[in-house]
């Protein structure tokens, strides 16, 4: 693996390299076929895993357990804190985000944050995250992720084993695009439920209706938010599984709402930022809106103002 790219934090090149080369060993048995069938265990979250699940956690950890700067690895499929050294960072991963839609050939990817100083599970928030973001195992190995307040694209060149990085300029782009599964749309909260109708609403003569994607990857919306800009929803609902949210705050809510505040946008779980929520346990689920920093104040004021 060659990475040409130096990151403007103190000492953490070498987490960069580890996340990286772990990246490229999962899309390497990712290409062949291998893993894609379901194990006969789930995650720490109840969800159940498919067989690559567990080899990109196994890689992860493998690779970060290397660098005398890693001082705890948190997964989404692993119990509690496991110390790999004294030093200053974190990281936690959800080591394959969207495993199930990559049974059907949609991108799946994973999704990383790196804490500092943190020593239990509250400090896995959003003041203490310092870089965040994730990769896209797709048609080809892209990473899009902030280092500080920088954000950069990363793309695996896989005849020269070469990853070129640039940085992404001019901010998150700006287009009427949700992101939702609308499937729990009848047990949503009220406010939630007219503020679909009205994101959707063809009468008003005023606005063009969003356009609706939906991947069931995390990773891909994401990737299409970055590129394009507009709104990614994954809320909670009232029914069994759903009633907190279904991501989880630590591995993939905060890693996120951080990458994509560096480009100017925002998040909240409907009330704050996801950057400001506490962290009472890492498998802490969430309610989640991300994207443009207008459209998630429209949030905020829909569920303010709901009568």
Request: glycine share 10%; proline share 3%.
């Amino acid at each position: 693996m060659s990475l040409n790219f130096k990151s403007q934090l103190q000492n953490l090149d070498g987490i960069y390299a580890a996340l990286f080369s772990a990246a490229e060993i999962i899309y390497a048995e990712l290409k062949k076929g291998a893993g894609l069938k379901f194990a006969t265990s789930s995650n720490e979250s109840g969800d159940d895993q498919i067989e690559l699940d567990v080899i990109a956690d196994e890689a992860f950890f493998d690779a970060l357990k290397r660098d005398g700067n890693v001082r705890y690895v948190v997964s989404e499929e692993r119990p509690g804190l496991n110390k790999v050294s004294d030093g200053r960072y974190s990281v936690a991963l959800d080591p394959l985000d969207g495993s199930k839609s990559a049974l059907v050939g949609i991108p799946s990817g994973a999704i990383f944050g790196v804490f500092e100083n943190a020593e239990v599970a509250k400090d896995f928030n959003g003041k203490n995250i310092v870089s965040g973001g994730f990769f896209v195992f797709g048609m080809n190995l892209e990473a899009y992720f902030a280092d500080g307040d920088k954000v950069y694209k990363g793309i695996f060149n896989q005849d020269t084993s070469e990853w070129k990085v640039l940085p992404i300029e001019g901010g998150l782009p700006s287009a009427d695009v949700l992101a939702i599964n609308g499937q729990n749309q009848m047990v949503w909260d009220a406010w939630l439920q007219a503020h679909y109708a009205d994101l959707l609403d063809t009468h008003n003569g005023t606005t063009k209706p969003h356009n609706m994607r939906w991947y069931a990857s995390m990773v891909s919306d994401m990737k299409r938010m970055v590129l394009q800009g507009g709104l990614f929803v994954y809320p909670r609902a009232n029914i069994k599984g759903y009633e907190e949210g279904k991501l989880r705050l630590v591995y993939e809510a905060i890693p996120m709402a951080f990458l994509i505040a560096a480009m100017g946008g925002s998040s909240t779980d409907g009330d704050q930022s996801l950057l400001d929520l506490p962290v009472e346990t890492l498998h802490q689920k969430t309610a989640v809106f991300i994207g443009e920093k207008s459209k998630i104040e429209r949030v905020e004021a829909a569920k303010r103002n709901h009568a």
